[in-house]
């Protein structure tokens, strides 16, 4: 049952961030069939991401005062909708509408998963991982699936797309009676953290910008270095895809054995390490070194869910909204000012500066303790068949 459970958390969670991923893939089909220029398109792409990221704290903090586990399928329902109502207008303001539809779906969804997820797992570190998982596969799988079906129909052939929503709503729907004995109200006796937030906040933040950063321009450095052409630069994203879903799994495992704390210090201190042989190992070799940096800037992913959850037991849909949204996506915001100093000097030279931000991290990791309230061992929890509320024994882990 478990098993089944981690899985359903899984496909719900990547059909959501499919729609999160697909912006980018609709932006040539709008350019090509509705001749809108580059301003056009960048106003569709910055509605999506605003709408997707800045406005998840806010949906966080209204779950933390009032039940909404009805907002889990509703959202993405919602995602879905407006991806294929773009399919069904032509006008710019009407197709912008759509677009802000997806992202305030997006925004809407994931502070509610999240503590959905909890419910589900029981803060359970693999369980939270798997789910993590599912968010990364269906954002991968939205440029192959999404190009294929624009491919064949152009953009009439949008409403297709609304299928991955109506998989993710059916697939939550088993789900919602667990989240629902759990008052998005109620109190703890857990006093909030609010420092040790902000911690983690700050280090989410840095791993965004290092995994954005190299994310972004890794192609190009590969085709240097290596060889010309687009199939060299494939490889190394599919390399870093590949190693950052490995990651997101490895990382509950890891923090099963090492606790999450100590995870996250090793993680960030090899990713620091991989990032300088990504810069200076030459050959086929600097593929290994994709891999390293991807699975470790992956294996905390998860932990910072988990972690900010139970430094705010009283604001689990505020933790989720800042660790899956505002924080994480910070490092777009930079990714210009990224490309401006490799323009200035070289791609090299801008990827070596990438090495400070997982440094600062694993700096920043060692004021960070894990809270006391999870060290009891997993014996004295309580069977999720027994939970009626949020007890004491539901933030153990």
């Not at 390293?292 to 988990?306: D, E, K, N, Q």
């Amino acid at each position: 049952m478990r098993a089944n459970r981690r899985l359903l958390l899984s496909i719900g969670h990547g059909s959501v961030d499919f729609y999160q991923g697909i912006v980018p893939v609709l932006v040539p089909f709008l350019v090509s069939e509705r001749h809108y220029g580059y301003l056009g398109v960048s106003g569709f792409v910055l509605a999506a991401s605003l709408l997707s990221s800045v406005v998840q704290p806010l949906f966080g903090a209204l779950t933390d005062r009032w039940a909404m586990p009805w907002l889990v399928p509703m959202s993405t329902l919602a995602a879905g909708c407006g991806v294929a109502l773009i399919g069904m207008t032509g006008s710019y303001p009407l197709t912008l509408a759509a677009i802000a539809l997806t992202g305030f779906g997006v925004a809407a969804y994931h502070p509610e998963a999240a503590r959905l997820a909890r419910a589900v797992t029981g803060g359970d570190h693999v369980g939270m991982s798997w789910f993590s998982l599912g968010g990364n596969v269906g954002f991968a799988l939205a440029p192959v699936l999404a190009t294929a079906v624009l491919a064949l129909g152009g953009l009439a052939a949008a409403p297709f797309l609304l299928a991955p929503a109506v998989l993710g709503m059916l697939v939550t729907l088993p789900l919602l009676g667990r989240r629902a004995s759990v008052t998005a109200g109620s109190r703890t006796d857990g006093r909030d953290d609010w420092p040790a937030f902000r911690v983690l906040s700050a280090v989410v933040i840095l791993r965004s910008i290092a995994y954005i950063g190299l994310s972004s321009f890794l192609g190009l450095f590969v085709q240097q270095r290596i060889q010309p052409g687009d199939a060299a630069g494939g490889a190394a994203l599919f390399v870093l895809f590949t190693g950052g879903a490995v990651g997101t799994v490895l990382g509950g495992r890891l923090a099963e054995r090492w606790g999450r704390i100590r995870t996250m210090r090793r993680a960030y201190g090899v990713a620091t390490l991989a990032v300088v042989g990504v810069v200076l190992i030459p050959g086929p070799a600097l593929y290994g070194f994709v891999a390293v940096v991807a699975i470790a800037l992956y294996v905390p992913f998860s932990l910072h869910i988990t972690l900010g959850q139970d430094y705010l037991p009283n604001r689990v849909g505020t933790a989720g909204g800042v660790t899956l949204g505002l924080a994480v996506s910070v490092g777009g915001v930079l990714a210009p000012a990224l490309g401006a100093l490799a323009d200035a000097t070289s791609l090299r030279t801008m990827l070596s500066t990438l090495t400070v931000f997982p440094a600062l991290a694993w700096l920043l990791t060692h004021r960070l303790r894990e809270p006391t309230r999870l060290e009891s061992p997993r014996h004295e929890m309580p069977s999720p068949a027994l939970r009626t509320g949020p007890s004491r024994g539901e933030w153990r882990r």
